[in-house]
């Protein structure tokens, strides 16, 4: 069982796959020659971007992702003002420092290389590293992938053989599950709620204790980005020249006379969503939720729901448990990138664990949690990935705003019903997988198709 605490990373936008992955698949690599024994003889690193990350990493700022590693910072724990002015201090010197102290030619336009032809068998966000020797001799070469939501994998491990469609990590928990079925299954049996379900499976791998403090730093993370989203102005990063709209929407929420509550709903959800994804497409902290690219939607309901009560943290625990138990099944049943399923990978599946955080806050029975992640997604089904321009900007920031709309529809719909709807989580979640093995590359974060040759990004 993987665990919650690897759906929900802290990191900077603005991708979890093209500029979290990135970060610390060049940091392994360090660790890579390092255990070699041959980082005293590396006198060059080069990099080739392959697949999704070639065709839309310059406006993901693929590269910036690469040098971050390659300076051995880390996405949870580095601070993007600090981030940037190492990046332009390695830009300007043209020089990398190893670890251990010695330094190394490096020229990003050289060492950098997009290699658009390249089209990875074993999934679509491919990074092959090389270090080379002063006579050009190669030291160390490895492919590994961004599998989406921060997630990295070696070629080695993508090619090992898995039984039963599981990779054993970790220790073995309290209440394995593969599916759904399974899921409620234990929590007929048992009497516990998902929330308590997956707490417990958690507490194989660390205190409850622990665990709790992590998610209430993961809730505050994303409560701060949504302030500075809110009160932050000006134009985002790229050629789309996009203007922030949180705070103006935000200033008109605060400041004008209170409209009726539920034509409001929308505003505060949207607003917030919104704030949230502007950070990210400014290279903001965020936190995977459990991508970059939908990691508006959870805080919002969040922010909305849960927060300004007395007893937010509790709240916000249940939410996230359950949000993550649901993310769990889509990360180990089907996939969460943007590259290989299109949105419905990422907005789809937000907006599906939402569901099942706010139902379950909202007193729902583990059929009812389950009813309302199914409705989410179900409602998602077939969302393409077609940023304009590369960018994280262009659906991106609206299409969070929405979904966290049809996450909280998606809940309330679950509380009217008693048994489990005619189609299963297991199905839709499988169904979204078919969805995107059959949709064409075009509409996967390659900016090949939809919106993005559509619209003129200039």
Request: aromatic share 4%.
């Amino acid at each position: 069982m993987l665990s919650v605490l690897d759906l929900f990373r802290i990191g900077i936008g603005p991708s979890s796959s093209h500029t979290v992955g990135p970060i610390r698949i060049a940091g392994r690599f360090l660790q890579e020659i390092e255990q070699l024994g041959v980082l005293g003889a590396v006198a060059r690193i080069d990099v080739e971007l392959q697949g999704s990350l070639a065709l839309t990493g310059a406006g993901h700022a693929t590269p910036k992702a690469v040098m971050l590693g390659l300076l051995g910072l880390d996405p949870e724990t580095l601070d993007p003002e600090d981030a940037d002015n190492r990046v332009a201090a390695l830009e300007a010197r043209g020089m990398l420092a190893l670890p251990g102290g010695r330094t190394i030619p490096f020229d990003a336009a050289r060492d950098i290389r997009f290699a658009y032809e390249v089209l990875p068998v074993l999934h679509p966000n491919g990074m092959r590293l090389r270090a080379s020797g002063a006579s050009g001799e190669v030291l160390a070469d490895s492919t590994w992938y961004s599998t989406g939501g921060g997630f990295i994998a070696s070629q080695r491990q993508l090619e090992r053989p898995v039984r039963d469609d599981i990779v054993p990590t970790g220790p073995a928990v309290a209440h394995p599950f593969i599916s759904a079925a399974e899921l409620l299954g234990i929590c007929h049996a048992t009497g516990l709620s998902i929330d308590a379900v997956i707490l417990a499976n958690e507490s194989a791998k660390r205190a409850p204790g622990e665990t709790e403090a992590a998610l209430d730093r993961i809730a505050s993370v994303m409560m701060a980005c949504i302030d500075r989203g809110l009160t932050r102005t000006g134009i985002l990063p790229g050629s789309l020249r996009v203007r922030r709209r949180a705070p103006e929407i935000w200033q008109k929420l605060t400041s004008g006379p209170p409209s009726n509550e539920r034509e409001q709903l929308f505003d505060w959800l949207n607003v917030y969503a919104m704030a949230v994804n502007e950070e990210n497409a400014a290279g903001g902290q965020v936190v995977t939720a459990p991508t970059n690219g939908a990691a508006g939607i959870i805080p919002s309901v969040i922010r909305h729901y849960c927060w300004d009560s007395q007893d937010r943290f509790v709240r916000v625990r249940k939410f996230l448990l359950t949000a993550g138990g649901v993310g769990l099944l889509y990360k180990q049943r089907a996939s969460i990138s943007g590259a290989e399923m299109g949105c419905q990978g990422e907005v789809g599946v937000a907006c599906s664990m939402a569901a099942a955080g706010l139902a379950a806050v909202w007193g729902a029975t583990p059929q009812q949690v389950a009813n309302a992640a199914e409705i989410g997604m179900e409602h998602n089904l077939g969302l393409t990935c077609d940023p304009v321009g590369g960018l994280v900007q262009i659906p991106c920031i609206e299409r969070n705003a929405i979904g966290s709309v049809k996450a909280a529809n998606a809940a309330r719909l679950a509380l009217h019903s008693l048994e489990q709807t005619k189609v299963s989580l297991d199905q839709v979640i499988e169904t979204m997988r078919q969805t995107g093995i059959d949709m064409s590359s075009k509409y996967k974060e390659t900016s090949q198709g939809g919106l993005a040759v559509n619209v003129v990004a200039c």
